[in-house]
């Protein structure tokens, strides 16, 4: 790719284009970048690009003739390549990736017009210029700055200038989304950390998480773009449903807290036990399907201070027992088995009030767990579910905890006592 840029502050324009990523591809030679006075081809005296413009009016416009020399002469040493004359004006079509991306396709050689003042003669355009690209609506001083942005984003485009097709390919624009946030070291800057999935090594997850951020930025940053957009991709329509799934939920605004749960508190956690009862019933899953859990159970956890209860600000979310006595069934663990010779304590009747159901509450309860846990100085975590409950194996697995096999609980007659056993070794 050539591209001619001509000017009337050459030196500034070379010094630019010259620099980093798109200079090592010039010296490489897989660029070639010229910067042309367009003051040497001036036919008077003094030198001079502009005039006052016919009608009368503020300011001075650059001539045609020494435009068309300056072009005359960058044409006569292109034969043979096809080339596009460009003028960089207001009120020229805004640019574009989609741009960008033609401009590379189609030809290998570009001519960059930068006006100044009030603009170039408009016979000049008419006679010579191929098209006309505007930065933007608004006007700046003259068409270096926008000359020098499509030189850099049509050259990074140019095979070899960047390390491999996927730098532009999964950039914002690319596919009409934007690119998905980046992040790196340190881990944690100013009380804010890198988000866990990014550090987890799940290739597949990041993939996932990655795209769907494409589509949310897109979403809330550029809802123009995201109109556009004509998804058809099965993987993406599902990703769009979550996201759909996702916006009815509550936003988390308030800060979340936890404490001890009290007697008086009997009929919130009542409440939303029978939140959890109503989703396992309606999921077809035979857990707490009975009488179970009820405010015999809860009132004895209260008393011995092992019941807790989480707030959004005030309003009551979720519920856990974390008890180390241990529970009836664990012990005969089967197809797999506990770490050995480590302290624990068991999570029970753990629950999510409706109105917090999909939202992160679940994962901030299993955190006041090893809050709990630490000050308690275990060294694991054990919990167990049915099998069928896949959004509570799913937070269990995302706030790492790992199967360790199969147990049998007590039940009412006639309900399923299998569940499969969990736990989380603490550091
Ligand atoms: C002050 S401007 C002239 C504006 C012109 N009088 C008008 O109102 O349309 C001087 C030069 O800056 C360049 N320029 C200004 N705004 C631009 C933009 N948004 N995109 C590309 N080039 C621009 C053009 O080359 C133009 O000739």
């Known amino acids: 790719m ?36 367009i003051r040497d081809f001036t036919e008077n005296k003094q030198c001079q690009v502009d005039d006052y413009p016919y009608g009368g009016g503020w300011g001075c416009v650059m001539m045609a003739q020494p435009l068309k020399s300056c072009l005359d002469h960058v044409m006569s040493t292109a034969e043979g390549r096809k080339s596009r004359v460009i003028y960089l004006s207001p009120q020229g079509k805004t ?36 098209e006309e690209l505007s930065l933007g609506d608004f006007v700046l001083t003259g068409g270096e700055i926008a000359a020098m942005a499509v030189a850099d984003s049509v050259c990074r485009l140019v095979p ?8 532009y390919t999964g950039e914002s624009h690319w596919d009409g989304l934007l690119e998905y946030p980046q992040y790196t070291r340190p881990e944690e800057w100013e009380g804010l950390s890198v988000p866990e999935v990014l550090r987890g090594g799940d290739h597949a997850k990041i993939v996932h998480w990655r795209r769907k951020q494409q589509l949310l930025r897109t979403r809330d940053k550029r809802p123009d773009l995201f109109e556009k957009l004509s998804i058809t991709d099965p993987a993406d329509l599902k990703l769009l449903e979550e996201i759909q799934r996702e916006a009815l ?44 859990p009820n405010a015999e159970a809860f009132l004895y956890d209260i008393g011995r201070g092992e ?21 009836p069934g664990y012990d005969a663990i089967t197809d797999g ?27 901030y309860l299993f955190r006041c767990v090893e809050e709990i846990a630490h000050s308690l100085g275990v060294g694991s975590i054990r919990v167990d579910t049915h099998k069928k409950n896949k959004s ?26 299998a569940r499969q056993a969990f736990e989380k070794v603490l550091n």
């Not at 605004?253 to 009862?277: G, H, N, W, Y």
């Open 249 to 292: 939920l509550p936003v988390l605004d308030k800060p979340l807290s936890f404490r001890r749960a009290v007697p008086e508190d009997l009929p919130q956690v009542l409440s939303i036990a029978a939140d959890a009862k109503a989703v396992l019933k309606k999921r077809g899953i035979d857990q707490w399907q009975g009488a179970y």
């Open 307 to 327: 019941c807790w209860i989480a707030f959004h600000g005030e309003e009551p979310a979720g519920i856990f027992t974390l008890t180390t006595e241990n529970a």
């Open 2 to 37: 050539r591209i001619d840029i001509l000017t009337l502050f050459p030196d500034t324009v070379y010094a630019v284009l010259h620099e980093s990523i798109i200079g090592r591809a010039a010296k490489k030679g897989i660029l070639e970048i010229n910067c042309v006075q």
């Open 337 to 363: 088995k506990w770490t050995p010779d480590l302290s624990f304590c068991v999570i029970h009747r753990l629950a999510v009030s409706a109105k917090y159901r999909g939202t992160a509450v679940s994962a």
């Open 160 to 167: 070899g200038v960047l390390s491999d097709e996927e730098c």
């Open 392 to 417: 509570m194996k799913r937070v269990l697995n995302e706030s790492g905890y790992r199967y360790r096999g199969n147990i049998s609980v007590l039940v009412e007659p006639g309900h399923d006592p």
């Open 95 to 130: 640019f574009t990736q989609e741009t960008a991306k033609r401009l590379r396709n189609d030809y290998d050689h570009l001519v960059l017009v930068c006006g100044h003042y009030e603009g170039v003669d408009e016979r000049f355009i008419e006679k010579c210029v191929d």
